[in-house]
């Protein structure tokens, strides 16, 4: 039986700008296993990246937790004091890589002098006391490096941002944030500024690296594709809450929530040419001005009066396969097109 | 019987890099990056030309040298029949009227102290030959609007107030203004969630049918090219490797590039095993270009020959097109 390593409960989020108060995530409940990938999907404006955020306490000032539980390795984060957060857990047990390297990098230092930076800082809490040189840490840099599959490494190691590429990059920021201490990686949009064959590269790379030290991964993207490749577990978010979780064989195989169905259907991945794509009619809606019952019913063909009254439960339809919606939990398990 | 829209004759655009004085003193450091190099192939009418590639392979200079953004080296653009490199400023002009292009940074190309209704009047008002009251305009802008399924209260707001989808369709609107036959869509959905997306391409289908626009569509998402396209051109280092009609290019793909970039991009297929060929290392710069074949660097089938000698494009039957020594006999 795998072991949770990572449960979030109840987890409520509001970003508090003036006289706005914005939902951004509305009790978001899941748990991560060990050496498992969940990936996170959703449109912008769901609530993926708050979340990631909201895991490693990177949040902006306006955001406020209103309740809930991010329990890690059996301790609430949410507890944690901002000290404690940072010798044991940020950039130690969990690590985050972002979508743009470029702005993750100093543009005026050495990759040498960056990466040494968080070493020596990974290194002061994980063996206290024991001094090391700067020659050793450069010479862990390197083997880093190397172990992102950057050639040369002992030659590149000196070099400045500007001299890598983009995928180069994001190798370098892999090797700074992952180590055999990282137990959960927090991806977010990783390789969406990428090519596609540097986008496998880099996903590659990152089950590879978590595969040998143990890793779980939280993969938050907009792209169902990487999804299907990488991910144990999909969860699909919506306006701040999970509208659809389980395993991705059956998330992205038969979807229960109109929602899922529809985004599957809106992308021209083997759709033949000429025919229709499915657009989901109106828009996301703000966050401040969210509507009641279940937040999708203004854009949802199959919406009744209870839709609008009602927020839907997230609950188990099929084995290990959750949805949010309660026309599919009235009528039943059904498969269903969009009009 | 199909008529050539556009054909472009061993196109060639380079850029010139460290012109500068001390380059110019001491004769060095003159860099050329040999972002389009000899191009040749034919948008036929009515149908969407897809042209593929990871970034850097010169399909966005390629398409902003059929426009004369970017003056070519040497070679030929025929719109028409008439040969757009030799045109003259008043020529360029029509030219222009008749082909335009939307953009990939939606908010990039628009005035940001304009209202989406002066940006769409903008092409219309530049007209020539024609006086139109104000009034006319603005009944004009009113029904692209409509095109495009924007309120007409778009009109008056300013390019901040939309998102990004909308912006999109003003930017499509702003396009079809003055009827145009052929439009270039460089990654015209880069950035757009899923379902704005699909709105997007929906959009510019139902316009294609109901204009009858040439599409040259310029992008790196292979789902997208293969579903919006008819014919379709996988770009590497400014050259063509593969091309062909769009269906020929995905079941018949012969280049090893093709094949590996098509494998490379994720598709929504749960419990399908799928192998991906992963390329070794990075595109290499256009300034210096390997020898021979210029993806001998990357390739995983690469042999003597191709660092030797360039690879011709040969036509492997039915007009597909593919330049790779194992598929070229002689």
Request: proline fraction near 5%.
């Amino acid at each position: 039986m795998s072991e949770p390593l990572l449960e979030v409960s109840q987890l409520t989020l509001d970003y508090n700008l003036g006289s706005r108060k914005m939902r951004a995530l509305d009790r978001v409940s899941f748990s991560l296993d060990k050496g498992q990938v969940l990936g996170v999907a959703g449109e912008s404006g769901c609530g993926k990246s708050t979340l990631g955020l909201a895991i490693i306490r990177l949040l902006p000032k306006v955001a406020e937790i209103r309740r809930g539980e991010i329990v890690f390795d059996g301790r609430d984060l949410l507890k944690l004091s901002e000290a404690q957060m940072d010798r044991e857990i940020r950039g130690q047990k969990i690590a985050m890589i972002f979508q743009n390297p470029q702005n993750a990098l100093n543009p005026v230092f050495k990759i040498e002098t960056q990466m040494i930076d968080i070493l020596r800082v990974q290194d002061k809490y994980q063996n206290p006391g024991n001094r090391k040189r700067r020659q050793d840490f450069r010479q862990q840099a390197i083997e880093r490096l190397k172990g992102t599959g950057i050639a040369d490494p002992a030659v590149r190691v000196s070099n400045y941002p500007f001299e890598f590429s983009g995928g180069m990059k994001q190798r370098v920021m892999i090797g700074m944030a992952l180590s055999s201490g990282t137990s959960l990686l927090l991806a977010d949009e990783a390789t969406t500024a990428l090519d596609v064959t540097i986008e496998a590269q880099i996903n590659r790379l990152i089950t590879e690296l978590a595969a040998e030290y143990g890793t779980s991964i939280l993969y938050i993207t907009h792209n169902l594709g990487v999804l299907s490749e990488m991910a144990d577990r999909i969860m699909i978010m919506y306006a701040g809450r999970i509208f659809e979780m389980g395993w991705t064989k059956s998330v992205l195989g038969s979807p229960r929530h109109p929602y899922s169905t529809a985004l599957l259907e809106s992308l021209p991945g083997r759709q033949t040419r000429g025919k229709r794509l499915l657009s989901i009619p109106g828009f996301v809606p703000p966050l401040d001005r969210l509507p009641g019952g279940c937040s999708f019913h203004p854009r949802c063909p199959f919406a009744e009066e209870v839709c609008r009254q009602e927020v839907p439960p997230l609950i188990e339809v099929d084995k290990g396969h959750w949805s949010a919606c309660l026309f599919d939990q009235k009528r039943g398990r059904q498969k269903w097109k969009w009009i | 019987m199909e008529v050539d829209l556009i054909q472009i004759k061993n196109l060639k655009t380079y850029f010139f890099q460290g012109k500068g004085l001390l380059s110019k003193l001491f004769g060095q450091g003159l860099r050329i990056v040999h972002a389009v190099d000899g191009m040749s192939l034919t948008i036929n009418k009515g149908r969407t030309f897809g042209l593929v590639g990871e970034s850097g392979c010169g399909k966005s200079t390629l398409g902003n040298t059929i426009f004369r953004l970017v003056e070519p080296l040497e070679g030929e653009i025929l719109f028409q029949g008439r040969d757009v490199v030799k045109m003259d400023q008043k020529e360029l002009r029509k030219f222009r009227q008749k082909a335009q292009i939307i953009f990939q940074d939606q908010f990039g190309c628009m005035n940001p102290r304009m209202t989406a209704g002066q940006i769409i009047a903008e092409p219309l008002m530049m007209r020539q030959g024609k006086q139109e009251s104000q009034k006319e305009i603005e009944k004009e802008v009113a029904e692209l609007l409509n095109a495009v399924n924007l309120d007409p209260d778009a009109a008056v707001k300013f390019p901040n107030e939309f998102s990004g989808g909308q912006a999109r369709r003003i930017g499509v609107a702003r396009a079809i203004a003055l009827n145009p036959v052929f439009i270039m869509a460089d990654e015209p959905t880069s950035g757009l969630d899923i379902s704005t997306a699909a709105t997007i391409l929906n959009l510019m289908q139902d316009l294609q049918e109901k204009m009858d626009i040439t599409y040259l569509w310029v992008s790196h998402n292979l789902n997208q090219v293969r579903y919006m396209s008819d014919d379709m051109a996988v770009m590497y280092l400014g050259k063509a490797v593969e091309m062909g009609l769009t269906s020929e290019v995905f079941d018949k793909m012969a280049h090893p590039y093709t094949k590996a970039l098509i494998s490379a991009v994720p598709q929504v297929s749960p419990g399908e095993q799928k192998q991906t060929i992963f390329l070794k290392g990075e595109i290499p710069s256009p300034i210096n270009p390997p020898s021979g074949c210029r993806f001998r660097t990357r390739c995983p089938q690469v042999f003597k020959r191709c660092e030797q000698e360039e690879p011709p494009l040969t036509d492997l039957g039915g007009g597909h097109f593919c330049a790779c020594h194992l598929h070229n006999s002689h």
